[in-house]
Every structure is written in structure tokens, then in C-alpha cells.
């Protein structure tokens, strides 16, 4: 009975800046491996981003490297991805991820995630 709530997704220009957030369970967040997941029209579903309990271990695709920051207040219960220099191609559906299962670093792969939020739709124009 793990509920995430996404939010933040928006349409935006090229080159511009969002931030997306997720906020969980207060009683158990604390306690979730959290990640960023990415699904375009007709594309599959990609990893974006991720990180341990603790936010200290952080992970990210290469194509959004330098550009996408995650992060995670423990305190609100609340992963954050920043993303700055938007591209057309980043446009899609983000999805936010959770694990009660992964405890090395963070992970990659969706089957490894057991907990899914119902997604925010990210469009970046021309």
C-alpha cells in the first residue's frame, strides 16, 4: 500500500528548466530506494535516474548526465528530479519508481522496482 504522487510536469521551450517531484509514505519513505523512469510515444520505457536511501548514491542515464539532477528530502518524503537544458527529445511521461528490495546501489533496471506512480507528462518544444 505504497502510494507516489508525481507532480511538476509542464510544457516548456527548449533550453528551459523544470523540476519534478514525488512524494511517498511518511511512515516507510525513509526506507525506499527511489528512481526516475522516462516513456516516450512509441518508445519503451527508459531509466532516467536513481537513488539509495540515503541519497548519498546517485545514478543517471547518459543521456540526461550533466543536465538532470536527482535528489531526495527525507524529511518531506519527497525525491526531486531537477532538469535543466531541455531538449526536445526529452519529452515523455515520467514515471516515479520505488524499491523496498534494493539495498546496493541504485538500479537501472524497472523489474527491479516494485512501487510505480501514475506518471507526469513532460513536453519540450522546438
Given at each position: 500500500?505504497?502510494?507516489?504522487?508525481?507532480?511538476?510536469?509542464?510544457l516548456v521551450?527548449?533550453?528551459?528548466?523544470?523540476?519534478?517531484?514525488?512524494t511517498?509514505?511518511?511512515?516507510?519513505?525513509?526506507?525506499?530506494?527511489?528512481?526516475?523512469?522516462?516513456?516516450?510515444?512509441?518508445?519503451?520505457r527508459?531509466?532516467?535516474?536513481?537513488?539509495t536511501?540515503?541519497?548519498?548514491?546517485?545514478?543517471?542515464?547518459?543521456?540526461?548526465?550533466?543536465?538532470?539532477?536527482?535528489?531526495?528530502?527525507?524529511?518531506?518524503?519527497?525525491?526531486?528530479?531537477?532538469?535543466?537544458?531541455?531538449k526536445?527529445?526529452?519529452t515523455?511521461?515520467?514515471?516515479?519508481?520505488?524499491?523496498?528490495?534494493?539495498?546496493?546501489?541504485?538500479?537501472?533496471?524497472?523489474?527491479?522496482?516494485?512501487?510505480w506512480?501514475?506518471?507526469?507528462?513532460?513536453?519540450?518544444?522546438?
Amino acid at each position: 500500500q505504497v502510494q507516489l504522487v508525481e507532480s511538476g510536469g509542464n510544457l516548456v521551450q527548449a533550453g528551459g528548466s523544470l523540476r519534478l517531484s514525488c512524494t511517498g509514505p511518511g511512515d516507510s519513505f525513509y526506507r525506499l530506494a527511489m528512481g526516475w523512469f522516462r516513456q516516450a510515444p512509441g518508445k519503451e520505457r527508459e531509466f532516467v535516474a536513481g537513488t539509495t536511501w540515503s541519497g548519498g548514491n546517485v545514478d543517471y542515464a547518459d543521456s540526461v548526465k550533466g543536465r538532470f539532477t536527482i535528489s531526495r528530502d527525507n524529511a518531506r518524503n519527497t525525491v526531486y528530479l531537477q532538469m535543466s537544458t531541455l531538449k526536445p527529445e526529452d519529452t515523455a511521461v515520467y514515471f516515479c519508481a520505488a524499491s523496498r528490495l534494493i539495498h546496493g546501489p541504485p538500479s537501472r533496471y524497472d523489474h527491479e522496482y516494485d512501487y510505480w506512480g501514475q506518471g507526469t507528462q513532460v513536453t519540450v518544444s522546438s
